[in-house]
């Protein structure tokens, strides 16, 4: 008996740990992933205002709200908290509401770029993304280490990724 409680513990504290594992792998990955789209929407920074005003143009040109698609029957759900039927949002709203959240997001990336603008080693981000230099032709231009590049570099996105994330960045 004392030999099996013995197993179920340590199969217990064996599953234990695989669950911790698992969740730091998820939170890494959580983590790195809004590190790297911040990378490269810092790469696209040069061409953000184009884009901006794309997808305004693209907004203004599409069809009315009452033009756009034939009303279908999968439009049609059950809203489960009033038990009536209710429309589902249509094409054109979301075809709309997902332009204005790319257009939103890029606008916070152009003001978080401005608000770390003064810092000593903001030229790193210039050279880096907007130039497309690597980290060591970034060292020779600015006369510093390849450490420091990489340091400030990421110091300084991360920066960014809290700006344009906020609390998503941290989870």
């Known amino acids: 008996m004392i030999d099996?409680?013995?197993?179920?513990?340590?199969?217990?504290?064996?599953?234990?740990?695989?669950?911790?594992?698992?969740?730091?792998?998820t939170y890494k990955k959580k983590c790195s992933s809004t590190y790297n789209y911040t990378e490269k929407l810092l790469?696209?920074?040069?061409?953000?205002?184009?884009?901006i005003l794309d997808i305004e143009e693209e907004i203004k040109s599409t069809k009315s709200k009452s033009d756009y698609g034939k009303r279908r029957s999968k439009d049609v759900i059950i809203n489960a908290n009033t038990k009536c039927f209710g429309e589902t949002e249509t094409q054109y709203d979301s075809v709309v509401a997902a332009l204005e959240?790319?257009?939103?997001?890029?606008?916070?990336?152009?003001v978080?770029?401005?608000?770390?603008?003064d810092d000593?080693?903001?030229?790193?981000?210039?050279?880096?993304?907007?130039?497309?230099?690597?980290?060591?032709?970034?060292?020779?231009?600015?006369?510093?280490?390849q450490s420091t590049v990489n340091h400030n570099?990421?110091?300084?996105?991360?920066?960014l990724e809290l700006m344009i994330f906020g609390e998503d960045a941290l989870k």
């Open 43 to 51: 790469y696209m920074y040069p061409f953000l205002d184009k884009q």
């Open 101 to 110: 959240r790319k257009k939103r997001r890029f606008r916070k990336v152009i």
């Open 153 to 159: 570099k990421k110091r300084l996105v991360g920066i």
């Open 4 to 25: 099996e409680n013995v197993k179920l513990v340590k199969e217990l504290n064996r599953t234990i740990k695989e669950m911790k594992n698992a969740l730091k792998d």
């Open 112 to 117: 978080a770029v401005e608000a770390i603008y």
């Open 120 to 145: 000593e080693y903001f030229e790193i981000i210039e050279l880096y993304y907007f130039r497309n230099l690597n980290e060591f032709a970034v060292a020779a231009e600015l006369c510093i280490s």
